[in-house]
């Protein structure tokens, strides 16, 4: 089962720091959620820290 973000992304087509819902995933030791912004569809990530 994947762990799940909630929280705020920063969106780069909008300019605008959104709420969104995410998948976390790991790479390379790094926590990342992956979302998509709920107005443009445009695909979001946050770095979460070291795992």
Known sequence: MADTYSGEFYCVKCK????????????NGRRMAKGKCPVCGTNLNRILGKA
Not at 16 to 27: D, L, M, S, W
């Open 16 to 27: 605008e720091k959104r709420q969104a819902e995410g998948n976390i995933v790991e790479t």
